[in-house]
Every structure is written in C-alpha cells, then in structure tokens.
C-alpha cells in the first residue's frame, strides 16, 4: 500500500479525553497508540473539582482515523469535602509507588 | 476551481495567497474531487504531510488550554484528513467502493451499525449496485472495522485504603483518582489483528 509519500497504512490510534461539556472544560486528554485487543485496560488520572455538588463527566473515545466510530459516556461524580486523610493517603501512595520503582532499578 | 467549494471564502479572494491555496487543496481532498491540473496533486501531498503534525499539536495546545470543544472538533478535523470525507456526510461513504450520497439510501443505517452485518445481508442490500468482488472488499473492510465496547471504574482513596468504585460514585474534592477503562474487542476476528491498519482512502484519489 506504500506507493507514496502520503500513502502510508496507519496504524490505529485513539483518544481518550475526560471533559465537563456543561463547563466545556478539557479535564483530561491521553493517547493509546496501537491496536486494542480483546482485552486492553487504560487509566486515565484526574483532579477532582474545587466544587463540591453533582456533576456530569463524560468520557469521550475517539478514533484519529475513522469516521463514525467515536463513543462517548457520560457519568455522574458526587463531589464531597476535601478529606485531608485520603488526600495523604493518595499521596502516600504515589510516594510507595516511586520507591518501589527506584528499588527496583537498583536491583 | 473555487466555484466548486463546500464552504466558500469569506472575503474576495486573494489569489497570491498562501493560505488560500491551502483551503482550497483540503477542501477538493475532503470533496475528493480532482483537480484540473496533475500539479496540484503534488501541492495536497507536501500540504497532508504536514498538516497531520499540525492538527496533533492544536489537539495537545486545546489539552493543555482545557478547551473541550475546539479539541473534539480538531481531533473530527484528523479524522476527516484522513478518510478525505467531510464529517457531515453520511459514514458509509468511507467504505471502500460507496463513492455516491444515494449509498445512504441503500444502507439506511450508519456505519457503527453495519459492523456485525452477515455477507447475506450486504449482498442483499447491494446486489445490483455493485460487484460481488466489491461486495466482499466493504465485507472484509467492516470486519476489519475496530468495535469496541467501553466499561468504567474509579479507583482511588476514600479513606485509608485504595478502593476500586463502580461508577456514579462520591468522590473527594481536589484529590486525585483514577479512571479505569476496561475496552472489549467485540469484533469477528477474520483478519489477523496485526494486519489491522486504516487504509487511507484518500490515497486512491491521490494516486489517480
């Protein structure tokens, strides 16, 4: 199929993107490059609102090459007071993480 | 050449200009129209080259900016580059060989829905308009065509322990969280994943 400059067979490429269409804020955008597979689990990290109350998220998959194919999913979030606890908890955890990767380099 | 525009200019045109060019070479590509000298064929190549490198960077200028929209409507920009179809036309026209508006009629159906289709079922629906041999290349394309079904979970801190949540969930303010998206290849998998690409349509037009 290569027969020139531009013809080249495209590998399959999606977006993921995390926004608040009431707001039209962007939370959140991340690439998966590749072919899904049967099964193929991506994370996708957020920061919660400054704003506490019901909100509507939606999750947007997007092709980069085909027409038609996008999905969208839209999902609630209770947001509720800061909780310093898990809030240290979180990053407590993100710390262990890091350390254990270190470790493991040094292994 | 510019009579023949989707969307025309605005203002009187300015036929030294750079930008103008440019319009009009993406316009014919997303029209797939042919242009009436071979030049221009080597003018839309240099121009899709960069123009893919382009519109990534405004998609990762609309991300950092947090801009929702304008980052949707460039990745259905990408999108439309690539299969050389305006968005607004209906998505059957980006199979192979659905070259004409009355396909819309034909399929009645979009092309999220044709995915799971029995060879029958297509002939039947095509038998007359088309050949068997181009029956089964819009056959072999759907089922190459990636169906994926999307499920979601939170995963985070609510107290002392990383939970995993099903969703609609409470959440923390200001924290962060994760969300896990599990994705299913529903599809018939005839062909070997591996042999999966997009095939640029627009490069048969290119290459005419």
């Given amino acids: 199929m290569t027969?020139?400059?531009?013809?080249?067979?495209?590998d399959e490429s999606w977006m993921f993107i995390l926004g608040n269409s009431d707001t039209g804020e962007l939370i959140c955008l991340k690439r998966f490059n590749g072919n899904i597979r049967s099964h193929t689990t991506v994370s996708l990290s957020f920061v919660t609102s400054k704003q506490l109350g019901r909100q509507r998220l939606t999750l947007y998959f997007l092709s980069d090459g085909y027409l038609g194919l996008d999905q969208q999913i839209d999902f609630f979030l209770d947001v509720e007071s800061i909780s310093f606890q898990a809030q240290i908890n979180t990053e407590l955890d993100s710390i262990a993480d890091e350390l254990d990767r270190r470790l493991a380099e040094l292994n | 050449?510019?009579?023949?525009?989707?969307?025309?200019?605005?203002?009187?045109?300015?036929?030294?200009?750079?930008?103008?060019?440019?319009?009009?070479?993406?316009?014919?590509?997303?029209?797939?129209?042919?242009?009436p000298r071979v030049d221009y064929v080597t003018d839309l190549k240099s121009c899709l080259d960069q123009i893919i490198r382009i519109i990534q960077a405004i998609?990762?200028?609309?991300?950092?900016?947090?801009?929702?929209?304008?980052?949707?409507l460039a990745i259905q920009f990408l999108q439309m580059i690539i299969q050389a179809r305006w968005i607004t036309d209906p998505d059957i026209l980006t199979l192979p060989h659905v070259n004409d508006r009355s396909f819309a009629h034909i399929f009645q159906s979009y092309l999220c829905q044709l995915l799971d289709i029995q060879r029958e079922t297509l002939a039947d629906l095509l038998n007359g308009h088309l050949s068997n041999n181009e029956i089964d290349d819009i056959y072999e394309y759907l089922g190459r065509l990636p169906q994926i079904e999307l499920a979601l979970k939170i995963r985070g801190f609510w107290k002392k322990n990383e939970e995993t949540r099903t969703l609609p969930a409470n959440v923390h303010a200001e924290q962060e969280y994760t969300l896990q998206i599990s994705l299913k290849r529903l599809n018939r998998t005839r062909v070997s994943i591996d042999r999966n690409k997009i095939?640029?349509?627009?490069?048969?037009?290119?290459?005419?």
Avoid: G
């Avoid at chain 2, 045109?13 to 060019?21: A, C, E, G, N, V």
């Fill in chain 1, 3 to 10: 027969t020139s400059a531009v013809a080249k067979p495209k």
């Fill in chain 2, 1 to 35: 050449m510019i009579d023949r525009l989707r969307i025309p200019f605005r203002n009187e045109p300015q036929f030294d200009s750079p930008h103008l060019k440019t319009n009009l070479l993406i316009q014919y590509h997303l029209s797939r129209l042919e242009f």
């Fill in chain 2, 59 to 72: 998609i990762d200028l609309c991300a950092h900016k947090a801009l929702l929209s304008p980052c949707i």
């Fill in chain 2, 199 to 208: 095939i640029d349509l627009f490069n048969r037009k290119i290459l005419l």
